[in-house]
């Protein structure tokens, strides 16, 4: 529900209570006065009949008494009067209906709380030869029910006009300040989001002192966070610039070195050993120059994990996008490696299904990095005589390839950070990676909208497996 409609609403039913209250104390105030009036009528006109009473009982005629009392009834259009002597016998009874003529009195009982129609009022009397007595006096309600039931038809009348006007009055006023503050609301939102963007928010001069003073916060506050991302991200530039040519650099001094221990080691074969006593210097130094290659070429790939991460990290999607045959990758990228699982003592295999493998949609060359990432590290942590598998299968709408290694495998409290960049749990066991190359992988796997992750191998070491969408032509 957007803001204006949400205040409408609330001054709606504000206003609705305000409306309702004044109308209930407006009727109830009514009614009590209604109550009021008849109730002095009633005593006014009971005492009128008390005076009429008492000259007529000082002659003593009471058949008199009878006829002025019925004339008084057809007059004034009181329901029954009767006078009652001392011992509380009826002496005179009159009414405007016979059917009223044997009913019992209930004087004392609230005109509010009459449930026949007759409200009676008592006064005592001077009944002259016969002594003291009471004079009853009978009203009809019907008119106040009457009065009562036309203040209720107004009231309600009344209400519905005063509901209607308070309603077009809330909805005015919700709009106008839900619109006022509308216009602040989005663009406190788009903030966070691009601060570079941020421009000052105006708003007219009758906008109130709160809203003003809600518009200059907000202004302050854009202001701020715009000065601020701007400077760090001129900052970040230049950090990126700087790292992005000391990697560089670097690349030039390693291929130097790379290029003469090659040159070295070729130098040291092609050398004649003359005597056994020299074979052994020789070999030392031969394997020396093996660990300076391959500590090298480690070096080179962690140098390209930067600049690939850099790169990755500059744009938010890919590239180019088209099919990717992963099996078809599966099974070259094991073909690469098996001279070097060779040479290390290591056995290296592809598990492929027997069927079709539905293609992926992404770029071919980051998700062979990727695979090619996972692969070395399974030959960097798995021991002589170690097996490596690349496995491929399709489950549901995705494709899965998985990379077990027969290594030491991954502790389970690294597993969470573990595709963190620069990550470094157990510094023996991950020289060399420092994190960049599977962080690296996790990057280049969530732009293919898949997922990435590890879990145990059997009947040891880690499986580092990914999982992407297939194109859905071919789920088809």
């Known amino acids: 529900m957007r803001l204006s409609h949400r205040l409408t609403l609330v001054f709606s039913l504000f206003g609705l209570a305000i409306a309702g209250g004044f109308q209930y104390t407006r009727i109830r105030n009514l009614r009590a006065q209604s109550y009021v009036v008849t109730r002095d009528m009633a005593d006014g006109t009971a005492a009128a009949v008390q005076a009429l009473v008492e000259d007529e009982s000082r002659a003593g005629d009471f058949s008199t008494i009878g006829r002025n009392l019925q004339r008084v009834i057809r007059r004034t259009g009181i329901a029954t009067i009767v006078v009652l002597d001392k011992k509380g016998r009826r002496l005179v009874g009159r009414s405007d209906d016979v059917g009223l003529t044997t009913r019992q009195p209930h004087p004392g009982v609230p005109i509010e709380l009459v449930d026949d129609g007759v409200y009676d009022v008592e006064r005592p009397v001077d009944l002259g030869p016969r002594g003291r007595g009471v004079v009853e006096v009978g009203f009809r309600t019907d008119r106040l029910e009457a009065r009562l039931r036309q203040i209720g038809a107004e009231a309600v009348r009344e209400g519905a006009m005063a509901t209607l006007a308070i309603g077009f009055l809330a909805w005015f006023i919700g709009m106008w300040f839900g619109r006022q503050l509308e216009r602040i609301v989005p663009r406190i939102e788009a903030l966070p989001k691009d601060p570079e963007a941020f421009r000052p928010l105006r708003l007219p001069a009758s906008a109130g002192d709160e809203v003003a003073r809600l518009v200059a916060a907000f202004n302050r506050l854009g202001a701020s966070l715009k000065a601020e991302t701007s400077q760090r991200r001129e900052l970040e530039r230049e950090r990126r610039e700087l790292s992005a040519m000391l990697v560089h650099d670097l690349k030039t001094p390693l291929t130097v070195i790379s290029s003469g221990i090659t040159l070295l080691r070729e130098q040291m074969g092609e050398a004649v050993v003359p005597s056994r006593r020299e074979a052994v210097p020789a070999r030392g130094a031969r394997r020396t120059f093996e660990l300076l290659e391959m500590s090298t070429q480690r070096l080179r790939r962690m140098v390209e994990d930067v600049i690939q991460l850099a790169r990755l990290e500059e744009v938010s999607g890919l590239r180019e996008r088209a099919p990717v045959d992963l099996a078809a990758m599966a099974a070259a990228c094991v073909k690469d490696f098996e001279l070097v699982c060779s040479e290390r ?108 992750g590890i879990e145990d191998a059997k009947p040891r070491g880690a499986r580092f497996y990914f999982e992407l969408p297939a194109t859905q032509s071919e789920l088809l």
């Open 345 to 452: 003592g290591q056995k290296i295999s592809a598990r492929l299904p027997k069927g079709a493998v539905p293609e992926v949609p992404g770029d071919a060359a980051l998700l062979r990095r990727v695979l090619d990432n996972l692969v070395h590290n399974a030959v960097e942590h798995t021991p002589s005589g170690g097996m490596i598998r690349v496995a491929v299968a399709v489950e549901g709408a995705r494709v899965r390839v998985s990379v077990s290694d027969s290594g030491p495998g991954v502790p389970p409290e690294a597993r969470a950070e573990i595709f963190r960049k620069f990550f470094q749990k157990d510094v023996k066991r991950y020289v060399g990676n420092v994190g960049l190359g599977l962080a690296f992988c996790e990057k280049v796997v969530l732009r293919h909208d898949g997922a990435i």
